[in-house]
Every structure is written in structure tokens, then in C-alpha cells.
Nanobody
Framework: QVQLVESGGGLVQAGGSLRLSCAAS????????MGWFRQAPEKEREFVAR????????NYADSVKGRFTISRDYAKDTVYLQMNSLKPEDTAVYYC????????????????WGQGTQVTVSS
């Protein structure tokens, strides 16, 4: 069992930055790849970024590559998403998720989800 709690969302102007945090509890957190997903109103949930269980491999959606950075802190059992150069189209609810042991972009391969945090980027 893994519990995930996101924080750090908010309202920011275009071009600004935010850092999302995902605090995890549960013994298997460190053995799981972690991902960030987002869902805008009336749109499907989409992949944003993922990081391997070892923390050595990362991958990003093309829409955020070069602007977002995913990382994880094993001492704090926390995953981060640093978001720079934010755009209005980044507006969405952002979710942190723990994988089923695989390293995937597919949300169906993620077993545990946080409650989400709202990010709103104004133009």
C-alpha cells in the first residue's frame, strides 16, 4: 500500500514557475517508478513525466520537455515536479502516481494515485 499526497499547486502568471511535491508513505515506494499526470477540464488524463525506481532515468511528454523536471528524494520519500516557463495550456489538475512496478507512460500501469493539486496559469 502506498499513500500519496500532492502539494504546491496554485495560480501563477505565464512564464512563472511552480514546484509540485508528492509525499509518499508505504514500504514499497522506493521500489516503484513514479509519474506525474495532468487532467484539464473536459480532457483525458495525460502523461507529464516519469522517473524510474532508481531515480536515474526520467522521461517527459514532448509538451513539457525542457521546461519541467521530475526528481525524487529518498530521504524524504518525496517526488517533485519543477515547472518552469509555465504556459496557460499547462493549466490542469496534476496527479502524482506510483507504478505497479513497471516504468511506463500508461496511466493504467500506475497503481496508486494522489488526490491531485490544481495548477492555473494566467495569460
Amino acid at each position: 500500500q502506498v499513500q500519496l499526497v500532492e502539494s504546491g499547486g496554485g495560480l501563477v502568471q505565464a512564464g512563472g514557475s511552480l514546484r509540485l511535491s508528492c509525499a509518499a508513505s508505504g514500504r514499497t515506494f522506493r521500489t516503484r517508478a513514479m509519474g506525474w499526470f495532468r487532467q484539464a477540464p473536459e480532457k483525458e488524463r495525460e502523461f507529464v513525466a516519469r522517473i524510474s525506481a532508481s531515480g536515474t532515468v526520467t522521461n517527459y511528454a514532448d509538451s513539457v520537455k525542457g521546461r519541467f523536471t521530475i526528481s525524487r528524494d529518498y530521504a524524504k520519500d518525496t517526488v517533485y515536479l519543477q515547472m518552469n516557463s509555465l504556459k496557460p495550456e499547462d493549466t490542469a489538475v496534476y496527479y502524482c502516481a506510483a507504478s505497479d512496478g513497471t516504468y511506463s507512460r500508461d496511466p493504467q500501469r500506475y497503481e496508486y494515485w494522489g488526490q491531485g493539486t490544481q495548477v492555473t496559469v494566467s495569460s
